[in-house]
């Protein structure tokens, strides 16, 4: 049986200040660079040998982490990194990441860490205040938007065969359009459900065209949910979540939204009209390790009625049945596909009660303000042409002339001078440029750097 050296858990204050030093010297970029993408040989030539029996000097591996390894990763917090969804949490959320890390917390269960659990809690409600969801509202944070939609769908599919009374041998689809997020895509996969594919219009999802949809289907019954997105990943382009609401009401459907990226959306004046039909939704997911500026890897998961959710996700066993008691319990662990899990909520707790609500709000618009001068910067090239008006912060171009190789070989460079991680996306099938604005360390002049590179 294995019995751990007593030096592997007692402090170690050099240790401690060694990492502390690293920690607050990182804590100070300001900007964050971008560095590059590593090369494999050279990084297994730099680690060969490192786990060894007898362990290394902590300075030492330090170190090669940060000489090494921590530049051979492309910062995602870096107001230059616009490609894919950026992450830039805030200075208060990393350090109290921090906290969460040291102190250990096994966030299943209220018995366990209902002072954790009740300070997550406050967020979610926030959330869903903002959502406009009823005060029954509530659920878990969850690794990411893939977890979460997974965990959402399975309770539409579970909450569906118990509705029809059939079993797992029954055919059952899901309506989406096809600028949805490849997670649910994945998600049918996994479940054992299938799409009902609805044209879009104009790149969205409507009422009419899902009423259209059922009306052509020769059978309807069998369509059981509709998933509907609250800022497409590649665009930023919000669903008429109204319409979808509305049809899904008629028809009995579970309504999900994916608001992994553009849910923070809720959070801006600018914006918030465009989320209208959001308060009908049955689930309901976003990403604060993206807009909300908490650190990797924070998915908040919410239902109309968790009771659906406990239902579906409680996991039965002798030494569970302690952790279902009566009074206060909340136990995150019921409402999404997981048991183990780290109290991923508390940093963007902390931040919010830090800098308050407010400074989200200006956060996210100027992210916001930044899309729009961006279109307008490119609508004023004679060389660029915009695709879309962004509804969001996403901004979708193509340079004249330009083929895929051409993009590609721009986007290679930019990161190679460390102007701009900015890669190439889809468009119809054409190879495009896109920008994904969330930093609000991004400024203009960083913008018109880039977009002179195109000349």
């Known amino acids: ?25 990182r804590l100070q970029y300001d900007p964050v660079p971008l560095d590059h993408p590593g090369d494999g040989a050279h990084l297994r030539e730099a680690l060969a040998g490192l786990l060894n029996d007898h362990g290394n000097n902590p300075a030492d591996v330090l170190k090669l982490y940060d000489h090494e390894l921590s530049r051979a ?53 926030l959330i869903a205040d903002r959502a406009g969801l009823p005060a029954s509202a509530g659920g878990t944070f969850v690794s990411g938007g893939s977890a979460g939609n997974l965990s959402a769908l399975v309770v539409a599919r579970d909450t569906a065969r118990r ?52 009306a052509a289907d020769p059978h309807p019954g069998t369509v059981i949910a509709v998933v509907g997105t609250a800022g497409t990943t590649n665009e930023g382009i919000i669903d008429d979540l109204a319409g979808i609401a509305e049809v899904a009401r008629e028809h009995g459907l579970w309504f999900h939204v994916d608001g992994a990226y553009g849910g923070a959306g809720l959070f801006a004046p600018s914006v918030r009209a465009r989320y209208d039909g959001i308060e009908h939704a049955d689930s309901f997911v976003v990403d604060p390790h993206k807009w909300l500026f908490a650190p990797f890897d924070c998915a908040a998961l919410l239902y109309r009625e968790p009771r659906l959710a406990r239902a579906v996700h409680t996991q039965d066993a002798s030494y569970l049945d302690v952790l279902h ?23 963007l707790w902390f931040s919010l009660a830090v800098h308050g609500v407010q400074a989200y709000t200006d ?6 303000r930044l899309a729009r001068d961006t279109a307008q910067l490119i609508r004023d090239t004679e060389h660029l ?37 900015v890669t190439p996306t889809g468009w119809d099938g054409e190879t495009v440029a ?21 000349a």
Request: proline residues 6%; aromatic residues 8%; glycine residues 6%.
């Open 1 to 25: 049986m294995y019995a751990a050296p007593d030096r592997m858990h007692k402090p170690d204050n050099e240790l401690v200040d060694l990492v502390f030093d690293y920690m607050r010297e």
């Open 73 to 125: 990763v492309i910062s995602a917090d870096s107001p230059r990194y616009l490609s894919f969804i950026p992450c830039a949490p805030t200075k208060a959320a990393l350090l109290f990441d921090m906290v969460v890390s040291c102190a250990s917390l096994q966030g299943i269960s209220w018995l366990e860490a209902a002072g954790a659990i009740a300070a997550e809690n406050q967020v979610l409600r």
């Open 163 to 214: 509705r029809l009374g059939v079993g797992p041998e029954a055919r059952l689809r899901i309506a989406v359009a096809d600028q949805v997020h490849s997670s649910v895509k994945n998600t049918f996969n996994i479940i054992g459900v299938e799409p009902l594919l609805v044209p879009a219009v104009d790149r969205r999802l409507t009422g009419a065209a899902l009423r259209a949809a059922l």
């Open 325 to 347: 008691t009566e009074g206060d319990e909340w136990n995150p662990t019921d409402y999404a596909y997981h048991l183990t899990r780290r109290a991923r909520g508390l940093p």
């Open 363 to 368: 956060a996210i618009e100027a992210g916001l």
């Open 385 to 421: 042409e915009l695709l879309h008006d962004p509804q969001l912060s996403a901004v979708c171009f193509r340079r004249t002339g330009w083929t895929h190789d051409d993009y590609y070989r721009w986007s290679r460079q930019l990161l190679a001078d460390q102007v701009g991680f």
């Open 434 to 454: 896109r920008f994904a604005f969330l930093h609000p360390g991004t400024t203009t002049e960083m913008v018109r750097e880039i977009l002179d590179t195109m």
